[in-house]
């Protein structure tokens, strides 16, 4: 389960980023997740329960923010939809196609608490 050792490195930087702030208190933190980053949403959010147990993010507010995958067909341009990597174009059907989105794995924004 790699999503504990994930968890772990995002509030390790959520930490670090209240540090720069001189703040005890983080109230929220958005995380961006692709539908294709290899990452189980479900183990994610248990292990992030987990590892913000006694952090400065023991209190916050977790949102997750999924991300659709999306890809375009280098032959014919058109872009469409993807649930897995080993699609083919649905239009001409072909292999030669570029992921847009849907990798993501970041934190997209964290509310820190100042005095």
């Known amino acids: 389960m790699h999503e504990l050792s994930i ?10 980023e209240a540090k720069k702030y001189n703040s005890a208190q ?6 961006e997740i692709g539908t294709l980053s290899g990452v189980d949403p479900d183990a994610l ?3 992030m329960e987990e590892a913000v147990r006694d952090s400065i993010a023991a209190n916050a507010e977790l949102f997750y923010h999924f991300i659709e995958a999306v890809a375009v067909c280098e032959e014919c341009c058109h872009e469409f ?17 570029s992921l847009l989105k849907g990798k993501e794995l970041k934190i997209k ?4 608490q100042t005095d």
Do not use: G, R, T, W
């Open 45 to 47: 959010k248990f292990a």
């Open 81 to 97: 939809k993807m649930d897995d990597y080993f699609k083919v174009c649905p239009y001409c059907n072909s292999i030669n196609i």
């Open 7 to 16: 968890a772990m490195q995002i509030v390790e930087i959520v930490e670090e």
């Open 26 to 31: 983080v109230s929220a933190v958005h995380l």
């Open 109 to 112: 924004s964290i509310d820190i």
